[in-house]
């Protein structure tokens, strides 16, 4: 058997030309190029003459020309159904942050909390969290969306019999009730003072680290930097007056005004996605743990370091660097994952513009692709961003 | 273990026979105190955990099964039974969550095409088994022959695809998603990995791009806009354009659980083959590959299983898997409202697939193990 390889390549004319590795290599690139361009071109191709067939242009000025004319449950900036489509798919993308930022950190801690029991001691415990982890990573995450939705639904009562939680917190099956706090003049101060503190804190973790490096005594500066600062937070609210009031939901005929109200779809999309992303968290927590050999345990027992400052200064720091990467692909799905609003009504940015404006335009082409690029662009920054962190992160090795 | 040596007597150093252990260190005192008892916190986490486990069992417990309604015509003849969950919305509707509108006269179809994949798995699944080699070609013929049980035609009568449903759609969705991505996915790895500039840059961007959107939106391609890339009045079956999404996009995930394979592959194998003149395509055949899937087989098992439960994604674009059966039920005003037990079943077969498959990926991987990793772990 020939198998030419880069040496060969400097008598070309010994071998035949389809022997030749490079002139294999050009030609099956070439190859592969010309294929997948005529079949993008013979797609375009297909998609103009269907166009054309059908009447339909390919543009975008249907975002800002047309109002979108329809209403969304939950706006985070000002909207009604006279605003164009453009600003509904913008009040989605919002819904969509929204829901992806609270359930990352609802998915966080929840895994680290679990990943963690799932190491613990004691035997009845990591069995809990076992079940748990399992239970969440072997259910599919749609269904998980409905169930919640129809636990919320169909078990928690009306608004009239809300359950209360010290009568500012109610929850209904038309929502979530909390208070929402009210800023009144005189708070500025308050976060002045607050500011203050935290600039004062870092000041003094740096002294007591410098202090450490010069003299190697450690005195915990930043732990009494903190209470001083809270200390003097609370003093600057009260001296301010208490400059912020609480909006309680009240009952008023058939609905509770006043306040923030949770709506169902938020609560059970959340929660869902939390629930479902945190078993894989935890999984990668307990896997990132073990991960970091025994022997640095010991070593670290044996010059003297307590039990906390080695979780803290020799095994966290190194179980992160396995931790961070599939930690920021579990984010990556539960964003995607968020998608699924669209089942319980959610209005994200699948359910405004790939749903009602994709349905009330005739647009496929443009909302979908538009759809897409958006979500692309997310994945891929926050991939690149965490491509840099790993470069920063890695071992260095001989 | 020696019996108990006489108390008086004294030993010369080093001879003293082997006592057995305290008392309180074996047996189940020994164990409770071990893992449950060793020190106060851990007592109370005990005692949190077994008040926690009191107050699941004392809620669910009674809901779920001894307050239960299994037989009854509708939600309010359910309510008049028993206080607890209504399980007669599953019972009554069994058929439909596991066919779907599939007619029943012709229900034996799915469930030969069934038992035949239990059949054609057990030579994939398990290496001992006698002429596997014969029978592993058998299991590549398998998806076809099951394509034709289920869908009809030569001698069988046709049964349209928008008749599927339940189970046995997710079965459909789950078996042709992995055979399809299986090869797919390979490919895709070898070209992202490959000296080729052309090769690896498409291949990149093909798996960038299908990790990078949501699969509900490649779904609504499917099914709103697929149509448009094909030439004028051409169309093919909506359940054939999602297996072919579905595929593809499993085929992407996949690729990256094989890369990390690819990865793990030192420089000398590759090297190794080129000195005893393999040529490359052997080599990746017969060296590389072998050794990579070993070493993705966890990663792989995880985009399956992934791609399983995401079948359930197709009801969205108005497939009847499951949860459109479950759906389509509780919209029927007889069972209004009783969304928690009939998601918690579908729920119940999912896990249970689930479990099982990640059980056999880690006996799978226990078994391959050829001892390169590294010293288990406390």
């Known amino acids: ?398 | 273990m020696t019996a108990h040596p006489p108390p008086s007597r004294s030993y010369p150093p080093g001879e003293h026979p082997d006592l057995p252990p305290p008392p309180a260190t074996t047996g189940i005192p020994g164990w409770l105190r071990a893992n449950l008892f060793s020190s106060p916190f851990n007592s109370l986490m005990t005692v949190l955990a077994v008040w926690l486990i009191y107050l699941f069992v004392d809620a669910a417990g009674g809901w779920m099964i001894f307050d239960s309604v299994l037989h009854a015509d509708s939600r309010v003849a359910c309510q008049a039974i028993d206080s607890g969950a209504c399980w007669a919305v599953v019972t009554t509707r069994l058929d439909q969550f596991v066919y779907g509108f599939y007619p029943a006269a012709e229900r034996w179809r799915p469930n030969l095409a069934f038992a035949l994949l239990l059949a054609a798995l057990v030579p994939v699944l398990f290496s001992a088994v006698p002429m596997r080699r014969a029978l592993l070609w058998c299991a590549a013929a398998y998806p076809f022959v099951a394509a034709w049980l289920i869908h009809g035609g030569f001698g069988l009568p046709v049964v349209e695809t928008g008749r599927y449903g339940g189970f046995m759609l997710t079965l459909i969705i789950g078996v042709t998603g992995i055979s399809a991505s299986l090869p797919l996915g390979i490919l895709l790895a070898l070209g992202r990995q490959s000296k080729l500039l052309a090769l690896r840059i498409l291949s990149t961007a093909f798996i960038e791009f299908s990790r990078g959107v949501p699969l509900i939106t490649l779904l609504f391609v499917a099914s709103t806009m697929l149509n448009y890339f094909l030439p004028p009045g051409t169309s093919f079956d909506l359940l054939v354009r999602v297996l072919i999404m579905v595929s593809l996009f499993a085929a992407a995930y996949l690729a990256e659980a094989v890369r990390g394979g690819l990865q793990a592959i030192p420089r000398g194998q590759y090297e190794a083959a080129e000195a005893l003149g393999l040529s490359r395509w052997t080599t990746t055949r017969r060296i590389i590959l072998p050794q990579a899937l070993k070493i993705a087989i966890p990663g792989m098992v995880n985009v399956f299983v992934g791609l399983y439960k995401d079948s359930t994604l197709v009801v969205i674009i108005g497939l009847l898997d499951p949860l459109g059966i479950a759906r389509a039920v509780l919209a029927d005003a007889k069972w209004n409202g009783l969304a928690t037990e009939t998601y918690l079943f579908v729920a119940l077969f999912f896990f249970l697939s689930c479990f099982a498959i990640s059980r056999y990926s880690l006996w799978l991987e226990r078994r391959l193990a050829t001892g390169h990793q590294r010293a288990s772990m406390p």
């Not at chain 1, 071109?41 to 020309?65: C, M, P, Q, Y």
């Open chain 1, 1 to 398: 058997m020939t198998a030419p390889s880069a040496l060969s390549s400097g008598h070309a004319g010994t071998v035949r030309p389809w022997r030749n590795e490079n002139v294999r290599t050009v030609a099956v690139q070439i190859g592969v190029v010309l294929a997948v361009f005529g079949i993008v071109a013979w797609a375009i191709g297909n998609v103009a003459a269907n166009f054309a067939a059908l009447d339909k242009t390919f543009s975008f000025r249907f975002l800002w020309e047309l109002p979108a004319g329809y209403d969304i449950n939950q706006r985070l900036i000002s909207y009604t159904n006279q605003d164009s489509h453009l600003r509904a798919a913008l009040v989605g993308l919002l819904n969509t942050g929204l829901v992806a930022l609270v359930g990352i950190f609802l998915a966080t801690v929840l895994g680290f909390a679990v990943g963690i029991l799932r190491l613990s001691h004691n035997w009845l415990v990591s069995r809990i969290a076992y079940v748990y982890v399992e239970f969440t990573r072997n259910t599919p995450v749609l269904l998980l969306i409905l169930l919640w939705h129809g636990i919320i639904i169909n078990t928690l009562p009306h608004p009239r019999q809300a359950l209360s939680f010290g009568g500012s917190v109610f929850l209904s099956n038309r929502g979530f009730y909390v208070p929402s706090p009210v800023i009144e003049p005189g708070f500025w101060w308050v976060v002045v003072v607050f500011c203050a503190g935290l600039l004062g804190v870092a000041l003094l973790y740096r002294h007591g680290r410098r202090q450490m490096a010069a003299t190697g005594i450690r005195k915990p500066y930043a732990l009494y930097g903190t209470g001083l600062a809270i200390a003097a937070t609370v003093l600057a609210f009260y001296a301010a007056g208490a400059p912020v009031t609480l909006d309680r939901p009240a009952l008023r005929g058939f609905n509770y005004q006043g306040g923030v109200t949770l709506i169902p779809e938020f609560v059970a999309l959340t929660w869902a996605l939390a629930f479902y992303t945190s078993g894989f968290i935890a999984e990668n927590v307990r896997s990132g743990i073990i991960s970091v050999d025994r022997g640095q345990t010991d070593a670290a027992r044996a010059l003297g370091l307590t039990a906390n400052r080695t979780m803290k200064l020799v095994i966290l720091p190194q179980a992160m660097r396995v931790i961070v990467p599939p930690l920021t692909s579990s984010y990556l799905d539960l964003m995607k994952n968020s998608s699924l609003a669209i089942a319980i009504g959610y209005m994200d940015l699948v359910a405004t513009l790939g749903g009602i404006t994709l349905t009330q335009t005739g647009r496929e082409m443009e909302t979908m692709l538009l759809v897409m690029a958006i979500y692309l662009a997310i994945s891929l920054s926050i991939s690149w961003g965490m491509n840099i962190y790993n470069r920063r992160q890695r071992l260095v090795e001989r």
